[in-house]
């Protein structure tokens, strides 16, 4: 099963010229580009330098060269970054984008002028240009999104920044565009929180896999006690964390068979992330959790949620296709204290590795355990997760609006103590009455995914601009819109 991760982020690479300008900073911008690409990762498509006047698109013809290439490389290109070294020919770049027909997300990015560098021989207008070259856009019903400051230099380290921010960008849409879910077993009983609507996710082309739960339980079952696979499983399993030793080795049998029929069943049906029914059933008749089943795959980049929350899985696999890192589904669960900017995420046990700050402990669930008997909740991960910056996001289908939407911010795991079983985040995040009472008045789920990192933007871009899909992004600048004049 071949994954958007196993291969770096690909660009188009565009330079932007009118004729009557200068070329000379044409050659400058194409290596420019071609370097930060480089120091990035990034795989840069584009033409020969000699394949156009300059390396430049400044015609139809030219831009019917590119659009022929790139729809040549339809299927490994992730998006566009079109330079403007001087003013641009707007109406080759648009038709450029016309015809190769990408449906990719467009980096549009203009040169600076140096003040002592304006006379008619060395000007770049470039500044100019741009605007020009996004009214074509508007017109033509183009999204793309724009650098940090409108004109930018090429070799800077801010442009370095949004680039490395846009190729984010690029593949949390090519991601989530087609992404398959798997659905294991039904939605937990209790929990009518998780209810979601697989029609507004095929209209957004993202399509859900559903398994019963007892076809997984018999396809665990049936592996073999001497099977090579399942002594490798069990390996892993012991390397993952610190298991007390009051537990048997049938019980880490039990789990890694469960484990290895999860893995299977997600590389058969080629998902992207899962979700799975982790209480009280499988418990009750397999005699484990699936919690350490859901915190390795999510540590190797294929997240997987709890309680058969299905947004929450989307959710996860958005921030960890925006951050390139393992993603966690928690609950907005507790006050701290009195501090009204400070709260307590958890779950049961099912955050990646990374996430805590030292070998996590696999024991069993702690509050089911006490319910049912602790023989047969083997598989909870437990640690308190590590300070540091964090991005949260949640994805929910909303049904009477006939929408997805979400919210996304940013935050921070803290070092305060809390004396409270299982996997827990305290978490400090600005203003976040304001933030609650946006989950509350909207209709959002308690499950929120999170990821290390500050990558909000990345992702605001991606579900805003090019997805489309309402988004609330909390602490952010509300960008100023045209009013309409009063009546007379």
């Not at 089911?368 to 289908?397: H, N, P, Q, W, Y």
């Not at 995040?429 to 933007?457: C, K």
Request: charged content about 20%; some cysteine.
């Amino acid at each position: 099963m071949s994954r958007i991760f196993d291969r770096p982020v690909s660009l188009g690479i565009v330079i932007a010229s009118r004729a009557f300008f200068s070329p000379a900073p044409c050659a400058d911008a194409r290596r420019d580009i071609l370097a930060q690409c480089d120091a990035l990762g990034v795989t840069a498509v584009t033409l020969p330098f000699d394949a156009t006047a300059n390396g430049a698109v400044q015609s139809i013809e030219d831009a019917r060269l590119y659009a022929e290439h790139f729809r040549a490389n339809r299927d490994r290109i992730d998006g566009l970054v079109i330079s403007l070294p001087n003013f641009g020919d707007e109406i080759a770049i648009a038709e450029l984008i016309s015809r190769a027909n990408l449906n990719v997300p467009i980096l549009l990015q203009a040169c600076n002028d140096e003040i002592d560098q304006v006379d008619v021989h060395s000007r770049r207008d470039a500044f100019c240009g741009k605007i020009s070259i996004s009214n074509n856009f508007w017109q033509y019903g183009i999204a793309f999104s724009e650098t940090s400051e409108h004109s930018i230099d090429l070799d800077s380290a801010a442009f370095r920044r949004d680039l490395d921010k846009f190729a984010r960008t690029c593949r949390t849409v090519r991601g989530l565009r087609g992404a398959r879910i798997g659905a294991i077993g039904a939605r937990t009983g209790p929990f009518q929180t998780m209810r979601y609507s697989e029609k507004l996710l095929q209209s957004s082309g993202i399509t859900v896999i559903t398994v019963d739960l007892s076809e997984m339980m018999q396809a665990a079952g049936a592996i073999a006690d001497n099977a090579p696979e399942l002594t490798e499983k069990m390996d892993r399993i012991r390397a993952y964390g610190t298991i007390p030793v009051h537990i048997t080795e049938k019980q880490v049998a039990t789990q890694a068979k469960w484990t290895l029929a999860v893995n299977r069943w997600i590389a058969e049906n080629e998902c992207d992330a899962s979700a799975i029914q982790c209480w009280r059933s499988l418990q009750d008749n397999f005699g484990c959790a699936t919690c350490v089943t859901m915190s390795m795959m999510s540590e190797e980049l294929m997240p997987s949620a709890c309680e058969v929350d299905v947004m929450g899985a989307l959710s996860m696999y958005a921030l960890t296709l925006a951050s390139g890192a393992p993603a966690a589904i928690l609950d907005w669960n507790n006050n701290y204290g009195r501090e009204i900017d400070k709260c307590v995420c958890t779950h049961c046990g099912n955050f990646p590795k990374s996430f805590t700050g030292a070998t996590p402990e696999i024991g069993e669930l702690d509050v089911l355990g006490e319910t049912i008997g602790r023989s047969k909740c083997f598989g909870a991960v437990k640690g308190k997760v590590k300070a540091g910056d964090m991005t949260f996001f949640r994805l929910s289908s909303d049904d009477r609006a006939g929408t997805l939407k979400s919210y996304v911010g940013e935050g921070a795991f803290t070092d305060d103590p809390f004396g409270m079983d299982g996997g827990i985040a305290v978490t400090k995040v600005r203003d976040l009455r304001r933030l609650m009472a946006f989950v509350t008045q909207n209709g959002f789920e308690h499950h929120v995914a999170m990821v290390r990192g500050s990558h909000a933007d990345a992702l605001n871009e991606a579900v805003t601009r090019y997805l489309r899909w309402p988004t609330y992004h909390h602490g952010a600048e509300i960008a100023p819109r045209p009013t309409l004049p009063p009546l007379p």
